[in-house]
């Protein structure tokens, strides 16, 4: 298990539960715990046994975002340097996605600039009632576009609502962000573990191949040009499916009337 400085790992059963843990500055990513984020979701296209990942945050928010003190010290050096900083960061949201395990994200308290991002890049999003998100960088003299909120804010709320929360800057809470579908569920944020285990039991009783191709052609589904591509990927993962062992074992489940046993 990795020796993380800025993340606690904690792994059960097929979930690893990931834990932004600089619970002293709300969680807000310094340049080690960009590196540390990179690394983890870049070496879990690997790891065929984890199935799902949890996100959360330690102490009172989820994510704060960048922490202005440490990024100051590495920016505004010119376009060239600025630029080699701002690719690595948004190159976590990249490989969230591209990572073949579902991503639950657990927000609670702050999940602004960054944090939101992060929020924004999960699967499923399961705020507790202290949420507040907001695209932070428009209030600081930066654009209200980082880390794939122009991707994913419209595509979660429409063009309209991504607007308004893009150029403002304001804040959302959990029940408006669940009425305008930016959040599977809003509940208490005692409840939030309980939201997501019934998340993450369904999901696990579903055959791991066919979980992981299904996150993949969802993501290309939102890339893709027409109805044709995006069926010609789904018959493609279909067919892969078709001639594994879980089809299989699936059917068999089904006939015998039990849950079935996956490899």
Known sequence: MPDFETLELYRDDGVDWLTFNRPERLNAFNSVMVDELLEYFERMRGRPETRIIVIRGAGRAFCAGADVKDFMATIAK???????????????????????????????????????????????????????????????GLTGADMGTSFHLPRLVGAANAAALMYT?????????ERMGLVNDAVPDEEMLDVAQTYIQEMLATAPLGLRLTKDVLNAAMDAPSLTATIALEDRN??????????????????????????
């Open 238 to 263: 279909q067919v892969m499916t078709i001639n594994s062992p879980e089809l299989a074992e699936g059917l068999a489940a089904l006939n015998e009337r039990r849950p079935p046993k996956w490899a």
């Open 169 to 177: 800057g304001r804040f959302i809470g959990a029940v408006k962000a």
């Open 78 to 140: 010119g376009a060239a340097a600025d630029f080699q900083v701002q690719r690595k960061v948004s190159n976590i949201i990249i490989a969230m996605r591209r990572c073949p395990q579902p991503i639950i994200a657990l927000v609670h308290g702050a999940a602004t600039g960054g944090g939101f991002s992060l929020s924004l890049a999960a699967d499923i999003r399961i705020a507790g009632l202290s949420a507040r998100m907001n695209c932070a960088f428009i209030k600081i």
